[in-house]
């Protein structure tokens, strides 16, 4: 008789925190790993720039997880946040002419002094009044750099941003850039899983689920919940310093309000709480949209419309649609179908 095991399961704790569990999961791995990285080699320059905005757009998400998923804070103004990011960034190195290996930690350490100080109501309020307070940052922050700091950042004339260098050579083109922001979220992501496992995400877990158990089990509110918003703020200001040197141009409109919804978004379709989530929701919005762009033309012409009026309107109303019925049937979003999926094979023959 074939001895078939009936699933894994965990015999230790050292087992339950392992993160690549079976020879297959690390062959999976692996194979992901050198398939992203030797992309520029057979991919065109348009496809890496769409992938340097999916992995931008992905540290971004990863911080506001952190936030949302494991603390479960409410935010509304990691767009803002990224502002940050990028113009202390741009910043240091237009004006100061410090090095953007310099700046980019910098910038980050910024932000998330920042995303401390935005984070302060958070100690009084939640849920919707919460958002209402980052809201409140996510429009006052594209603000000052428009108006109020003009002779710095350019306002909304905005400002250009030299290029990356290392060793006196231009990152300028799409596929270095593509390796830097990619290793940057390889990187971003292990942090995020470790994250959830240590003391800190197993508190930061205790505050989502009931934050007054988790006071009376001695967990400080005030600091769990600002350290939240600092390593949230922390990605984000690394998304930005990235945004930065990717669109080597700043204005403050790129850090509107609706890309904090399309954040928000990608996280509900990902699914809160799941790392696979994050790439499920980033991925499969900035696809629709994608797709939505190239589909447009073709549609304006059915509808009979002027060229160029259907691309802006048809993009926000085929976010509006996913998240929809996202909402009405899969609350959990694409992270829990995932989950169901590995179910269904990884107990054999036993699938229940």
């Given at each position: ?43 065109s ?5 769409i ?79 919460l ?40 990152l ?29 995400g ?27 918003f ?69 549609l ?21 649609i ?31």
């Open positions: 008789m074939v001895n078939r095991p009936c699933g894994f399961f965990n015999e230790s704790y050292a087992q339950e925190f392992i993160i690549v569990r079976t020879p297959t999961q690390w062959v999976f791995l692996i194979g992901a790993l050198v398939f992203l990285f030797t992309m520029p080699l057979y991919v320059g348009s496809i890496l720039n992938a340097n905005y999916a992995g931008i757009v992905i540290i971004a998400v990863l911080g506001l997880h952190i936030l949302m998923g494991y603390c479960g804070q409410m935010s509304i103004g990691q767009s803002a946040f990224m502002a940050v990011g990028a113009y202390t960034s741009a910043i240091l190195v237009r004006e100061l002419g410090i090095s953007f290996w310099v700046a980019l930690p910098f910038a980050a350490l910024v932000t998330g002094i920042v995303g401390i100080i935005v984070g302060l109501p958070s100690l009084r309020v939640k849920g919707f009044y958002m209402m307070s980052t809201l409140a940052a996510q429009i006052i922050i594209p603000w000052i750099f428009g108006h109020a700091w003009q002779e710095v950042t350019g306002g909304i004339m905005g400002i250009d941003v030299p290029s990356i260098k290392f060793f006196d050579i231009p300028t083109s799409p596929a270095s850039m593509f390796l830097l922001i990619w290793i940057i979220v390889v990187l971003g992501t292990y942090f995020s899983i470790n994250l959830r496992r240590s003391h800190t197993r508190a930061f877990i205790a505050i989502r689920d009931n934050d007054l158990a988790a006071e009376l089990m001695g967990i400080s509110l005030m600091r769990y919940k600002l350290l939240a600092f390593i949230c703020s922390l990605y984000a200001g690394v998304a930005g310093a990235l945004w930065s040197e990717w669109t080597r141009f700043l204005t403050p409109e790129q850090f509107n309000i609706s890309n904090s919804v399309l954040f928000l978004g990608m996280l509900i379709v990902g699914g809160l709480g799941s790392n696979a989530g994050v790439f499920m929701g980033c991925i499969s919005l900035i696809i629709l949209d994608e797709l939505a762009k190239f589909i447009a033309p073709g304006g012409n059915l509808l009979g419309m002027p060229p160029g009026t259907v691309a802006p309107a048809i993009a926000p109303f085929v976010f509006g996913v998240i929809l019925l996202f909402l009405i049937f899969e609350p959990r979003g694409m992270a829990h179908r995932w989950e169901q999926f590995k179910l269904s094979y990884r107990l054999n023959p036993f699938s229940y």
